[in-house]
């Protein structure tokens, strides 16, 4: 089963109904330069027409208390103690520098921290 770049732009725009031709064309680039994707979707096209039957099964979803929990303290446990290890290395460059690791400076520095990590996941995310 082949597709052209007009099959996929065509595909995304029927999929997607808020972009434009414009958009679609530009994602349509992203995703034929993505070849882990690409490579997915060819695979899956293909078990499609060996079976149009198939579906992809996913890992059921965890909603119970403690699956929420356990995700939450997963999720934001990394940030929490990677956040204290960055405030303990800023704390003791400081006083290397001969600067009080309480003063102005470290909390300028250790309040900035959790700023530069939202914008770290956020991109990492997207």
Same mark, same amino acid.
């Given at each position: 089963?082949?597709?052209?770049?007009?099959?996929?732009?065509?595909?995304?725009?029927?999929?997607?109904?808020?972009?434009?031709?414009?958009?679609?064309?530009?994602?349509?680039?992203?995703?034929?330069?993505?070849?882990?994707? %690409?490579?997915?979707? *060819?695979?899956?096209? !293909?078990? #499609?027409?060996?079976?149009?039957?198939?579906?992809?099964?996913? $890992?059921?979803?965890?909603?119970?208390?403690?699956?929420?929990?356990?995700?939450?303290?997963?999720?934001?446990?990394?940030?929490?103690?990677?956040?204290? %290890?960055?405030?303990? *290395?800023?704390?003791? !460059?400081? #006083?290397?520098?001969?600067?009080?690791?309480?003063?102005?400076? $470290?909390?300028?520095?250790?309040?900035?921290?959790?700023?530069?990590?939202?914008?770290?996941?956020?991109?990492?995310?997207?």
């Amino acid at each position: 089963m082949m597709f052209s770049r007009e099959d996929l732009i065509s595909k995304f725009l029927a999929d997607v109904p808020a972009f434009s031709r414009a958009e679609a064309e530009i994602e349509v680039d992203k995703f034929l330069m993505d070849g882990e994707m %690409l490579d997915i979707y *060819i695979k899956y096209n !293909q078990r #499609k027409a060996e079976d149009p039957n198939w579906e992809p099964m996913y $890992a059921p979803e965890d909603n119970t208390f403690t699956g929420k929990v356990g995700n939450f303290v997963s999720q934001y446990g990394v940030y929490l103690i990677f956040g204290l %290890l960055v405030k303990d *290395i800023i704390q003791e !460059q400081l #006083k290397k520098g001969g600067v009080d690791a309480g003063g102005e400076a $470290a909390d300028v520095l250790v309040s900035s921290v959790p700023d530069v990590m939202h914008q770290l996941s956020n991109t990492l995310s997207a």
